[in-house]
């Protein structure tokens, strides 16, 4: 009966974080569209609404802590409840990616040059994706389909760097859009970082199941070297 009450908690914990999953994806998403559209008042609605974004955060993690703390979990289910809150953390982290986004769409003003849409559109498709099915694999403890999604990063990182470019040239071309277009880095950037952070929960997947730390993108050093830079 006990083993049945600990595995009913840990559903529910794995509901809640795919429910915090799916607020953090709708974020990108909508900062995003905000920022195509130039739709400050969306941007400022996302910044705002981010704050629930971290209150879930907490919920969970109180409810993996107390499990913890009462269950005294070992092996599996310690790898499991500990890798749920590493992966709480870093989507909270991807709220944030997407609250910055909106800010620095708030911050923009007129960009005197083309400012590639699509590929930042794409960017952001692609990382929601991999977001999405990063936590099915999690949830399932799939190490196929988690070992599969980190090689799709390397699509973001192309459609990155061909919008640094974009932009550094937009800039050197007009240096007198140098401000506005410092932020147009930032939100690519926002958005390559996001897809690093999907790498992290795929890592945690494969340690659940097999007790052992693939490296499968950057560390988590250099996310907070980079994430420094704030």
Same mark, same amino acid.
């Given at each position: 009966?006990?083993?049945?009450? %600990? ?27 905000? %920022? ?123 459609? %990155? ?45 494969? %340690? ?23």
């Amino acid at each position: 009966m006990a083993r049945e009450i %600990f595995e009913k908690k840990i559903k529910q914990i794995q509901d809640e974080i795919l429910l915090l999953g799916s607020m953090v994806e709708q974020a990108a998403l909508d900062s995003v569209a905000a %920022f195509k559209n130039r739709d400050v008042q969306s941007a400022k609605n996302i910044i705002e609404d981010d704050q629930n974004i971290n209150d879930k955060r907490f919920a969970v993690e109180n409810a993996i802590l107390i499990l913890m703390a009462t269950q005294q979990p070992l092996a599996h289910d310690l790898r499991l409840l500990s890798a749920m809150l590493l992966v709480a953390n870093e989507l909270e982290r991807m709220g944030d990616y997407a609250k910055g986004i909106a800010r620095n769409t708030v911050r923009l003003g007129i960009v005197d040059f083309p400012i590639p849409y699509r590929d930042i559109e794409k960017m952001s498709e692609l990382a929601v994706g991999m977001l999405h099915r990063s936590l099915s694999a999690f949830v399932k403890e799939d190490i196929k389909m988690a070992v599969a999604i980190p090689p799709e990063d390397d699509e973001v990182d192309n459609l %990155f760097n061909k919008c640094y470019r974009t932009i550094v040239n937009g800039m050197i071309a007009n240096p007198a859009t140098i401000d506005d277009a410092s932020l147009l880095l930032w939100i690519v950037h926002d958005l390559e970082r996001f897809s690093d952070r999907v790498i992290n929960i795929c890592e945690r997947t494969v %340690f659940i199941k097999s007790g052992e730390m693939m490296e499968m993108g950057a560390s988590d050093e250099e996310m907070d070297e980079l994430d420094g830079e704030d």
